[in-house]
């Protein structure tokens, strides 16, 4: 009897087993693990031969599984109950992605019957396999070891079983590919020495044309960032820290450290991991002018329709490209991941230079489990991580912080003085008393400050201060679905490009985001010191006042939102009221110096204490190999929102033209991104109470129904107020 891949019986089941085991061995010796990847490629599809595995595909007969076949041989061949567990889980869930190890108990138990009529027809070479050492890394500790240090084993032995997994399903995955010929082949991409080239040309010539028309002290400091990234390359792989000014250069100079580092080291690729993706779109866009918008690929959910191209699309499939730029949550996550389409890239991660773009903005909450990622990456992957940031987060390892990094070097040599000559702000702090948003509005209108940006603590501070302003001040928060919020910014952009231009902008925190803005008078609602230094990245930026800008602090008649925000402007009140009484971090008006490392370093370090840093137990999850219960825990995106598509450009037309398919696909969803309102509980009952909301296929989108259209404002977005809703009664004091 012939064996086949598959019911088309496009290939031979041995061929098969045959690419898939080569591939899998590849990926696996990036990590020293190459006897591992092969042996689970020869054995992953055992199960196909069963003569009725072969009719189930073959001629539509009763289902039968073949996936525990070859995880069920391992358990009987092999004594080692510890070395075999890695085999068991991998090829027994190469199907349905990793479960946990009762489940994999559980499947394996009934299968011993069909190990018999499968192995009867499988070669006999094939069978004869043995069982891998231990990486060096991974020697079980002895039974009377602490409880800790075995506890820190499982989640090593959890990390090793997800990037075994990764391997053979990518294999797996790209065999089956070359059977297709509905799927396009895989681009090819440069070299890294060839991308490396590419960037030094770039920045080589954009220095000498700010040296021929413009060379300012902001760029002889850029330069100087960008030395320290050049000469740092060379030391070996391990934790960096990247620690500059907003506005310093760090974006390409970063890029230059992680090309030459990994030149250097012959790493694989760099991958830039960033918590927004509004800065997504903003460093995408510089490097694709370095590159080549061909050779970066962009993996998130707002990714532009445009870009998401067939290329694209394959190469986030697996992340084999030398240069990715993806988020916090898609990277993270798909670390944690249990589900097959996530968890296929993860081996493509070895061998990098990973790049945490504004570091600082790492979730508190699943600190622990991320920088435990990092150190196994680190440690046994051969990957460098750079963290990159203005204001750098108390990582390093310390007595009250043993989840910390160990051994983090900067690039920056000197990183105060760095900071000094890059400061371009002066900052008032007034804070005695508190300020009405009227008083705000009175003061920008009276002492005619025509260019000014105000950031406030909520969305309905945002829309209520930019309402106080004259006709054409610009308005940005989360109530606007994110094309709104592009649209604002470009807008904005343009406008502050000609000097005379009266260019008012009232936003929330997410202009701190990396957003490459530059207003010469901006005022900030007392906040987390992190917050307060992130907005002073948009205060003249390009140092083009030599005088330098103007940075308000004000007292606001509200309160951040309640938790990591709120507890950030208490930790800053602190840190005041100390400097004030003690003179702990001396400055010369007796307020914070916003320039001294120092200050951020205090910061996080009172922060991290008030935080539960692995609140949802993901740690324990991982040491019990309880893969969807690890997945389910470790979420970066507050899930008690809900996805409302509004109605701004053609977001109504492309919503009925999937509504009219009988199926849509993920592509058709991934087009609604950028029109989607995340509403919270509370908006969204009231919402729905009224009945202004329609449901998309099985509650995947949410969208205003007629004639609640209206609630979305063209300048303040998805606006929920009584008013708004009930419209016939406002008029009447009930």
């Known amino acids: 009897m012939e064996f086949y891949a598959d019911g088309n019986k496009s290939q031979k089941l041995m061929l098969h087993i045959e690419g898939v085991r080569n591939n899998a061995s590849t990926f696996s010796e990036t990590f020293g693990c190459k006897a591992w990847g092969a042996l689970l490629g020869d054995w992953h599809d055992l199960g196909k031969f069963m003569e009725a595995f072969q009719r189930y595909m073959l001629e539509d007969e009763q289902h ?6 070859g995880g069920r041989y391992t358990t009987d061949q092999f004594d080692d109950s510890l070395r075999k567990l890695a085999l068991q889980f991998v090829i027994t869930c190469h199907h349905t992605g990793l479960q946990n190890s009762e489940a994999v108990r559980k499947r394996l138990a009934i299968a011993a019957k069909l ?5 009867k027809n499988v070669p006999d070479d094939l069978l004869k396999r043995k069982l891998p050492e231990w990486p060096g890394w991974l020697i079980p500790p002895s039974a009377t070891a602490e409880k800790k240090k075995i506890d820190e084993w499982k989640r090593s032995l959890e990390f090793w079983i997800r990037m075994l997994h990764s391997c053979l399903v990518d294999a797996d995955w790209l065999d089956a590919e070359k059977r297709n010929p509905e799927i396009t082949k895989r681009p090819v991409f440069p070299l890294m020495h060839k991308l490396r080239d590419d960037l030094d040309r770039y920045v080589d010539a954009k220095v000498s044309e700010a040296k021929r028309n413009d060379w300012t002290s902001v760029n002889l400091q850029r330069k100087c960032v960008l030395d320290a990234c050049r000469g740092s390359a060379i030391a070996p792989i391990g934790f960096f820290s990247l620690t500059v000014p907003t506005g310093g250069g760090k974006t390409l100079a970063g890029m230059s450290f992680a090309l030459n580092h990994a030149v250097k080291h012959k790493l694989k690729r760099v991958i830039v991991v960033i918590p927004y993706t509004s800065i997504i779109e903003q460093n995408a866009s510089v490097y694709a002018e370095v590159f080549g918008e061909k050779n970066v690929i962009e993996h998130h959910s707002d990714i532009d329709p445009e870009k998401d191209t067939e290329r694209n699309r394959l190469a986030t499939e697996n992340w084999d490209a030398p240069i990715i730029v993806t988020t916090n949550v898609q990277f993270f996550e798909s670390l944690y991941a249990n589900k097959n389409s996530r968890l296929r890239k993860l081996h493509n991660i070895s061998k990098s230079v990973i790049i945490l773009d504004e570091a600082q903005s790492l979730p508190p909450g699943l600190l622990y ?19 990159s940031t203005a204001t750098q987060p108390a990582l390093k390892k310390r007595d009250s912080f043993l989840y910390g990094l160990d051994e983090v070097k900067e690039i920056i040599p000197d990183v105060l003085k760095l900071s000094r000559e890059l400061a371009r702000v002066n900052i008032a702090w007034e804070i005695d008393d508190t300020i009405e948003y009227s008083d705000i509005s009175g003061r920008i209108l009276k002492d005619n400050m025509p260019r000014v940006l105000v950031v406030t603590h909520k969305r309905k501070d945002a829309r209520l201060l930019a309402a106080l302003l004259p006709e054409g001040t610009y308005h940005l928060s989360a109530s606007m679905c994110p094309l ?53 990245g948009r205060c003249n930026r390009e140092g083009k006042d030599p005088n330098g800008g103007r940075l308000i602090v004000f007292r606001a008649p509200t309160e951040p939102p309640a938790g990591i925000l709120r ?19 001396p400055s010369d008006d007796g307020f914070l110096n916003l320039t001294s490392p120092a200050i951020y370093d205090t910061y996080f370090r009172l922060f991290y204490s008030g935080v539960q840093l692995d609140g949802a137990g993901v740690q324990n999850a991982r040491a019990s190999l309880d893969f969807p219960e690890v997945a ?30 009988f199926k849509p696909s993920r592509d058709d969803f991934r087009s609604l991104q950028p029109f989607v309102v995340q509403v919270y509980p509370q908006e969204f009952q009231a919402l729905n109470n009224v009945g202004a909301l329609g449901v998309m296929h099985d509650k995947a989108f949410f969208y205003l129904t007629s004639p609640y259209e209206r609630l979305y404002d063209e300048h303040f977005g998805l606006v929920i107020s009584e008013e708004n809703l009930y419209p016939d009664y406002s008029r009447f004091n009930i």
């Open 484 to 536: 709104h919020r592009k649209d604002v910014i470009k807008t904005v952009k343009e406008l502050l490009k000609n000097e005379s231009s009266t260019v008012r902008l009232v936003s929330t925190q997410l202009i701190e985001a990396g957003v490459d803005i530059d207003f010469p008078v901006v005022f900030r609602a007392l906040a987390g010191l992190d917050s307060i230094l992130q907005t002073a």
């Open 632 to 661: 389910r825990r470790f979420c970066m995106i507050d899930s008690a929102t809900y996805p409302v598509v509004v109605p701004y450009k053609d977001a109504y037309n492309r919503l009925e033209a999937i509504r009219a398919k």
């Open 567 to 585: 507890l950030g402007k208490g930790i800053t009140e602190s840190l005041l009221n100390s400097n004030k009484s003690n003179a702990i971090l």
């Open 115 to 119: 190990v018999q009529d499968a192995i």
């Open 369 to 387: 489990p991320i920088l435990d990622a990092m150190r196994e990456l680190r440690e046994h992957y051969g990957c460098s991580v750079v963290l």
């Open 64 to 69: 039968i599984e073949h996936a525990v076949v």
